[in-house]
Nanobody
Framework: QLQLVESGGGLVQPGGSLRLSCAIS????????IGWFRQAPGKEREGVSC????????NYADSVKGRFTISRDNVKNTVFLQMNSLKPEDTGVYYCALAVGNWCDRSAGDFDSWGQGTQVTVSS
């Protein structure tokens, strides 16, 4: 059964780091795109980053370039989001999601399986 479970969120000071994990069961990652999305209070959901089935990376948000890095461990069937130099505006619930097909150049609506989310709060 397909399941996505996020972990690694928490409270961190500005300038700090967190690594989010998305453990995926029920599929082989080679054939899917895995994206990270976030939603801040009162704002619409925003795409952050994506990794395709062949490991090709795609950034959705210019605001995270140079700070966030997505990666994948095929053995553990887990996708990570390393977040450095965190800012208060990075606060929100972070979700991982899966889309059939191994490309990332697509809209959030193409991602049809989602995790429950993990809260990230950046505050002093």
């Amino acid at each position: 059964q397909l399941q996505l479970v996020e972990s690694g969120g928490g409270l961190v000071q500005p300038g700090g780091s967190l690594r989010l994990s998305c453990a995926i069961s029920g599929v082989t990652l080679d054939y899917y795109a895995i994206g990270w999305f976030r939603q801040a209070p009162g704002k619409e959901r925003e795409g952050v980053s994506c990794i395709g089935g062949r490991g090709r990376l795609f950034n959705y948000a210019d605001s995270v370039k140079g700070r966030f890095t997505i990666s994948r461990d095929n053995v553990k069937n887990t996708v990570f989001l390393q977040m450095n130099s965190l800012k208060p505006e990075d606060t929100g619930v972070y979700y991982c999601a899966l889309a059939v097909g191994n490309w990332c150049d697509r809209s959030a609506g193409d991602f049809d399986s989602w995790g429950q989310g993990t809260q990230v709060t950046v505050s002093s």
